[in-house]
Protein backbone atom coordinates (compact mmCIF):
# COMPACT_ATOMS: atom_id res chain seq x y z
CA UNK A 1 0.00 0.00 0.00
CA UNK A 2 1.70 3.37 -0.84
CA UNK A 3 1.41 6.16 1.73
CA UNK A 4 -1.30 8.32 2.39
CA UNK A 5 -3.75 5.75 0.64
CA UNK A 6 -7.14 5.04 2.83
CA UNK A 7 -8.25 1.48 3.68
CA UNK A 8 -11.60 1.13 5.45
CA UNK A 9 -12.36 -1.32 8.15
CA UNK A 10 -15.28 -3.03 10.42
CA UNK A 11 -13.27 -3.44 12.72
CA UNK A 12 -10.05 -1.03 13.48
CA UNK A 13 -8.72 -3.33 16.24
CA UNK A 14 -8.14 -5.93 14.24
CA UNK A 15 -7.59 -3.96 10.79
CA UNK A 16 -4.56 -2.29 13.16
CA UNK A 17 -2.74 -5.30 14.65
CA UNK A 18 -2.69 -6.89 11.23
CA UNK A 19 -0.89 -4.01 9.83
CA UNK A 20 1.61 -3.79 12.22
CA UNK A 21 1.99 -7.23 12.16
CA UNK A 22 2.50 -7.20 7.81
CA UNK A 23 4.93 -4.35 8.41
CA UNK A 24 7.34 -5.82 11.15
CA UNK A 25 5.77 -2.50 13.82
CA UNK A 26 6.78 -3.50 17.47
CA UNK A 27 6.84 -0.04 19.18
CA UNK A 28 3.44 2.41 18.81
CA UNK A 29 3.13 5.55 20.31
CA UNK A 30 -0.64 6.98 20.19
CA UNK A 31 -1.64 10.56 20.02
CA UNK A 32 -4.87 11.18 21.22
CA UNK A 33 -7.05 13.92 22.97
CA UNK A 34 -8.72 14.18 26.28
CA UNK A 35 -11.92 13.31 24.29
CA UNK A 36 -10.72 10.39 22.26
CA UNK A 37 -8.86 8.80 25.45
CA UNK A 38 -12.26 8.01 26.88
CA UNK A 39 -14.52 7.41 24.25
CA UNK A 40 -12.10 5.98 21.44
CA UNK A 41 -9.14 4.40 23.55
CA UNK A 42 -11.28 1.71 25.05
CA UNK A 43 -11.67 -0.13 21.53
CA UNK A 44 -7.56 -0.34 21.89
CA UNK A 45 -6.43 -2.86 24.94
CA UNK A 46 -2.97 -3.03 24.12
CA UNK A 47 -1.05 0.76 23.61
CA UNK A 48 0.74 1.28 26.52
CA UNK A 49 2.70 4.88 25.16
CA UNK A 50 -0.43 7.24 25.27
CA UNK A 51 0.15 11.07 24.49
CA UNK A 52 -2.85 13.04 25.31
CA UNK A 53 -3.16 16.29 24.89
CA UNK A 54 -6.13 18.90 25.97
CA UNK A 55 -9.26 19.26 23.05
CA UNK A 56 -10.13 21.71 20.96
CA UNK A 57 -8.64 24.07 17.91
CA UNK A 58 -7.39 26.26 20.56
CA UNK A 59 -4.94 23.69 21.86
CA UNK A 60 -3.15 23.05 17.79
CA UNK A 61 -0.26 25.24 19.02
CA UNK A 62 3.19 25.69 19.33
CA UNK A 63 3.11 24.78 23.65
CA UNK A 64 0.95 21.55 22.70
CA UNK A 65 3.48 20.45 19.65
CA UNK A 66 6.42 21.11 22.02
CA UNK A 67 4.55 18.91 24.71
CA UNK A 68 4.16 15.93 22.47
CA UNK A 69 7.97 16.25 21.13
CA UNK A 70 8.96 16.11 24.83
CA UNK A 71 7.02 13.41 25.38
CA UNK A 72 8.18 11.46 22.27
CA UNK A 73 11.72 11.86 23.58
CA UNK A 74 10.73 10.85 26.93
CA UNK A 75 9.33 7.28 25.32
CA UNK A 76 12.74 7.23 23.40
CA UNK A 77 10.91 6.91 20.03
CA UNK A 78 12.75 6.92 16.94
CA UNK A 79 13.03 5.74 13.06
CA UNK A 80 11.84 2.82 14.10
CA UNK A 81 8.54 3.90 16.06
CA UNK A 82 5.07 3.88 14.81
CA UNK A 83 3.04 7.12 16.11
CA UNK A 84 -0.82 6.62 15.72
CA UNK A 85 -3.01 10.20 15.66
CA UNK A 86 -6.18 8.65 17.07
CA UNK A 87 -8.65 11.67 17.00
CA UNK A 88 -10.00 14.62 14.75
CA UNK A 89 -8.57 17.06 12.88
CA UNK A 90 -6.86 18.47 15.39
CA UNK A 91 -4.90 15.31 16.66
CA UNK A 92 -4.15 14.75 12.72
CA UNK A 93 -2.61 18.08 11.90
CA UNK A 94 -0.91 18.14 15.09
CA UNK A 95 0.20 14.91 15.74
CA UNK A 96 1.67 14.55 11.73
CA UNK A 97 3.33 17.73 12.22
CA UNK A 98 5.26 15.99 15.03
CA UNK A 99 5.82 12.98 13.43
CA UNK A 100 7.05 15.02 10.06
CA UNK A 101 9.67 16.75 12.30
CA UNK A 102 10.66 14.77 15.33
CA UNK A 103 14.32 13.28 13.92
CA UNK A 104 13.40 14.96 10.65
CA UNK A 105 10.68 12.31 10.45
CA UNK A 106 9.20 9.40 11.69
CA UNK A 107 6.33 6.87 10.66
CA UNK A 108 2.98 7.73 11.65
CA UNK A 109 -0.56 6.83 10.78
CA UNK A 110 -4.02 8.48 10.91
CA UNK A 111 -7.18 6.54 12.81
CA UNK A 112 -9.36 9.90 12.04
CA UNK A 113 -12.53 9.35 14.88
CA UNK A 114 -14.94 12.25 13.98
CA UNK A 115 -16.68 12.40 10.52
CA UNK A 116 -14.75 15.58 9.82
CA UNK A 117 -11.28 13.74 9.81
CA UNK A 118 -12.49 10.99 7.63
CA UNK A 119 -13.62 12.94 4.80
CA UNK A 120 -10.69 15.62 4.83
CA UNK A 121 -8.66 16.48 7.75
CA UNK A 122 -6.87 13.50 7.85
CA UNK A 123 -6.56 13.26 4.05
CA UNK A 124 -4.02 14.65 1.98
CA UNK A 125 -0.82 14.89 4.37
CA UNK A 126 -1.13 18.46 5.61
CA UNK A 127 -0.09 18.69 8.94
CA UNK A 128 0.31 22.01 10.87
CA UNK A 129 -0.29 23.90 14.04
CA UNK A 130 -2.14 27.40 14.71
CA UNK A 131 0.30 30.36 15.41
CA UNK A 132 -0.63 33.71 17.20
CA UNK A 133 -3.80 32.81 16.23
CA UNK A 134 -3.38 32.35 12.28
CA UNK A 135 -4.97 29.14 10.93
CA UNK A 136 -1.79 26.44 10.26
CA UNK A 137 0.80 29.00 9.49
CA UNK A 138 3.66 26.68 10.58
CA UNK A 139 2.88 22.91 8.51
CA UNK A 140 4.53 20.45 6.32
CA UNK A 141 3.25 18.74 3.39
CA UNK A 142 3.87 14.96 5.04
CA UNK A 143 1.59 11.43 4.29
CA UNK A 144 0.52 9.33 6.96
CA UNK A 145 1.47 5.41 6.21
CA UNK A 146 -2.20 5.06 5.90
CA UNK A 147 -5.74 6.56 6.78
CA UNK A 148 -7.84 3.87 8.51
CA UNK A 149 -11.56 4.79 8.60
CA UNK A 150 -14.21 2.81 10.63
CA UNK A 151 -17.34 4.51 10.96
CA UNK A 152 -18.10 3.11 14.64
CA UNK A 153 -16.29 5.66 15.81
CA UNK A 154 -19.08 8.18 14.83
CA UNK A 155 -21.20 6.61 17.23
CA UNK A 156 -19.37 8.45 20.11
CA UNK A 157 -20.01 12.23 18.13
CA UNK A 158 -22.34 14.96 19.32
CA UNK A 159 -24.63 16.35 16.62
CA UNK A 160 -22.51 19.33 16.26
CA UNK A 161 -19.58 17.40 15.69
CA UNK A 162 -21.20 15.41 12.66
CA UNK A 163 -22.46 18.96 10.79
CA UNK A 164 -19.70 20.11 11.08
CA UNK A 165 -18.01 16.50 9.58
CA UNK A 166 -21.21 17.37 6.88
CA UNK A 167 -20.19 20.79 5.92
CA UNK A 168 -16.91 19.26 4.55
CA UNK A 169 -18.69 16.72 2.78
CA UNK A 170 -21.07 19.59 1.40
CA UNK A 171 -17.98 21.52 0.50
CA UNK A 172 -16.31 18.88 -1.62
CA UNK A 173 -19.31 18.32 -3.03
CA UNK A 174 -20.05 21.52 -4.15
CA UNK A 175 -16.28 22.04 -5.79
CA UNK A 176 -15.54 18.67 -7.09
CA UNK A 177 -18.31 15.82 -6.79
CA UNK A 178 -21.54 16.56 -8.14
CA UNK A 179 -22.69 13.11 -7.47
CA UNK A 180 -21.59 13.54 -4.01
CA UNK A 181 -24.08 17.02 -3.66
CA UNK A 182 -26.05 15.06 -4.72
CA UNK A 183 -26.27 12.41 -3.03
CA UNK A 184 -26.15 14.57 0.59
CA UNK A 185 -29.26 16.58 -1.16
CA UNK A 186 -30.97 12.85 -0.81
CA UNK A 187 -30.41 11.67 2.57
CA UNK A 188 -27.93 9.14 1.29
CA UNK A 189 -26.47 6.89 4.29
CA UNK A 190 -23.56 8.09 5.92
CA UNK A 191 -20.93 5.33 5.17
CA UNK A 192 -21.39 5.65 0.97
CA UNK A 193 -20.88 9.62 1.61
CA UNK A 194 -17.90 9.35 3.47
CA UNK A 195 -16.66 6.51 0.82
CA UNK A 196 -17.63 9.09 -2.11
CA UNK A 197 -15.97 12.22 -0.25
CA UNK A 198 -12.60 10.20 0.99
CA UNK A 199 -12.02 9.09 -2.55
CA UNK A 200 -12.58 12.30 -4.35
CA UNK A 201 -10.50 14.29 -1.85
CA UNK A 202 -7.52 11.28 -2.79
CA UNK A 203 -8.19 11.74 -6.03
CA UNK A 204 -6.90 15.46 -6.33
CA UNK A 205 -4.61 15.52 -3.79
CA UNK A 206 -2.73 12.27 -5.44
CA UNK A 207 -2.29 14.37 -8.90
CA UNK A 208 -1.40 17.93 -6.68
CA UNK A 209 0.17 17.12 -3.02
CA UNK A 210 1.92 20.25 -3.29
CA UNK A 211 -1.15 22.21 -3.17
CA UNK A 212 -0.25 23.83 -6.62
CA UNK A 213 -3.61 23.92 -8.14
CA UNK A 214 -6.42 21.39 -8.42
CA UNK A 215 -5.76 20.56 -4.71
CA UNK A 216 -6.42 24.63 -3.98
CA UNK A 217 -10.45 23.75 -5.10
CA UNK A 218 -10.67 21.95 -1.52
CA UNK A 219 -10.20 25.18 0.05
CA UNK A 220 -13.72 26.28 -1.05
CA UNK A 221 -14.97 28.17 2.28
CA UNK A 222 -12.18 28.33 4.18
CA UNK A 223 -10.79 31.64 3.30
CA UNK A 224 -13.61 33.75 4.93
CA UNK A 225 -14.48 30.65 7.19
CA UNK A 226 -10.68 30.27 8.66
CA UNK A 227 -11.27 34.05 9.32
CA UNK A 228 -14.38 33.10 11.23
CA UNK A 229 -12.64 30.55 12.93
CA UNK A 230 -9.58 32.77 14.25
CA UNK A 231 -12.14 35.83 15.38
CA UNK A 232 -14.16 33.67 17.26
CA UNK A 233 -10.95 31.92 18.80
CA UNK A 234 -9.96 35.77 19.71
CA UNK A 235 -13.11 36.37 21.28
CA UNK A 236 -13.07 33.10 23.18
CA UNK A 237 -16.00 31.96 21.52
CA UNK A 238 -15.15 29.11 19.80
CA UNK A 239 -16.47 27.40 17.24
CA UNK A 240 -16.22 24.23 15.14
CA UNK A 241 -14.05 24.20 11.92
CA UNK A 242 -16.56 22.51 9.88
CA UNK A 243 -18.98 25.27 11.33
CA UNK A 244 -16.86 27.88 10.37
CA UNK A 245 -16.41 26.56 7.09
CA UNK A 246 -20.32 26.32 6.43
CA UNK A 247 -20.04 30.08 7.23
CA UNK A 248 -17.49 30.40 4.68
CA UNK A 249 -19.25 28.44 2.25
CA UNK A 250 -22.45 30.31 2.29
CA UNK A 251 -20.73 34.13 2.11
CA UNK A 252 -17.99 32.61 -0.53
CA UNK A 253 -21.10 31.27 -2.57
CA UNK A 254 -22.35 34.67 -2.82
CA UNK A 255 -19.45 36.40 -4.13
CA UNK A 256 -19.28 33.99 -6.66
CA UNK A 257 -22.63 34.75 -7.76
CA UNK A 258 -21.54 38.48 -7.61
CA UNK A 259 -19.00 37.95 -9.71
CA UNK A 260 -21.33 36.17 -12.08
CA UNK A 261 -19.53 32.76 -11.75
CA UNK A 262 -23.23 31.03 -11.05
CA UNK A 263 -26.58 31.43 -11.32
CA UNK A 264 -29.57 32.37 -8.71
CA UNK A 265 -30.48 28.82 -9.09
CA UNK A 266 -27.31 27.27 -7.95
CA UNK A 267 -26.82 30.19 -5.72
CA UNK A 268 -30.01 29.19 -3.48
CA UNK A 269 -29.09 25.13 -4.19
CA UNK A 270 -25.68 25.33 -2.33
CA UNK A 271 -26.60 27.96 0.37
CA UNK A 272 -29.83 26.10 1.38
CA UNK A 273 -28.22 22.90 1.44
CA UNK A 274 -25.85 24.09 3.77
CA UNK A 275 -28.33 25.52 5.61
CA UNK A 276 -30.63 22.74 5.72
CA UNK A 277 -27.91 19.89 6.44
CA UNK A 278 -24.99 21.98 8.83
CA UNK A 279 -28.19 24.18 10.67
CA UNK A 280 -26.07 27.53 9.92
CA UNK A 281 -26.71 30.68 9.37
CA UNK A 282 -25.14 33.22 7.53
CA UNK A 283 -22.63 35.31 8.42
CA UNK A 284 -23.90 38.91 10.67
CA UNK A 285 -23.00 42.24 9.84
CA UNK A 286 -20.77 42.84 12.91
CA UNK A 287 -19.12 39.02 11.82
CA UNK A 288 -18.26 40.63 8.25
CA UNK A 289 -16.74 43.71 9.89
CA UNK A 290 -14.57 41.90 12.56
CA UNK A 291 -12.93 39.25 9.73
CA UNK A 292 -11.80 42.01 7.36
CA UNK A 293 -8.47 42.47 9.44
CA UNK A 294 -8.03 38.67 9.26
CA UNK A 295 -8.99 37.73 5.74
CA UNK A 296 -5.67 40.38 4.88
CA UNK A 297 -3.74 37.85 6.96
CA UNK A 298 -4.54 34.55 5.06
CA UNK A 299 -1.99 33.00 3.63
CA UNK A 300 -3.17 32.25 -0.02
CA UNK A 301 -2.98 35.88 -0.69
CA UNK A 302 -1.06 37.93 -2.93
CA UNK A 303 -0.46 41.63 -2.27
CA UNK A 304 -3.73 43.35 -1.19
CA UNK A 305 -6.07 41.02 -2.86
CA UNK A 306 -7.57 38.03 -1.12
CA UNK A 307 -7.46 35.00 -2.80
CA UNK A 308 -10.85 32.46 -2.94
CA UNK A 309 -11.27 29.20 -4.67
CA UNK A 310 -15.09 29.65 -5.91
CA UNK A 311 -17.63 27.04 -7.77
CA UNK A 312 -18.40 27.09 -11.07
CA UNK A 313 -22.08 25.62 -10.60
CA UNK A 314 -22.33 22.44 -8.52
CA UNK A 315 -19.23 19.90 -9.05
CA UNK A 316 -16.37 22.38 -10.26
CA UNK A 317 -14.97 25.42 -9.56
CA UNK A 318 -11.82 27.83 -10.15
CA UNK A 319 -8.85 28.45 -7.87
CA UNK A 320 -6.97 31.60 -7.50
CA UNK A 321 -10.44 34.07 -7.81
CA UNK A 322 -8.49 37.40 -6.59
CA UNK A 323 -10.68 39.82 -4.87
CA UNK A 324 -10.34 42.93 -3.44
CA UNK A 325 -11.33 43.05 -0.06
CA UNK A 326 -13.75 45.99 -0.31
CA UNK A 327 -15.83 44.37 -2.87
CA UNK A 328 -15.73 41.63 -1.02
CA UNK A 329 -17.66 43.89 2.08
CA UNK A 330 -20.06 45.34 -0.05
CA UNK A 331 -21.10 42.02 -1.94
CA UNK A 332 -21.62 40.22 1.58
CA UNK A 333 -23.65 43.15 3.09
CA UNK A 334 -25.14 43.89 0.60
CA UNK A 335 -26.60 39.95 0.31
Not at 76 to 93: Q, T
Not at 220 to 225: D, L
Not at 265 to 272: D, F, R, T, V, Y
Amino acid sequence: MAKGQIFYSENVKNSFNNYCLAEGIEEVIVICDVNTEKHCLTLFDDFRNIIVIPSGEINKDIDTYSFIIKNLIYLKANKSSLIVNLGGGVVSDIGGFAGSTYMRGIRFLNIPTTLLAMVDASIGGKTGVDFLLHKNYLGTFALPEMILIDPVFLKTLPKEELKSGIAEMIKTGVIANAELFEALNNGTEVEKLIHLTAQTKWEITERDLLDKHERQLLNFGHTIGHAFESYRLNIDQPIRHGLAIAKGMMAETRIAYALNMINENELNLIINCIAKRTEQTELSTEDIQAIAPLLKMDKKNLKEEINFSLPLGVGSGKVKVAVDLKQIQKILLNA
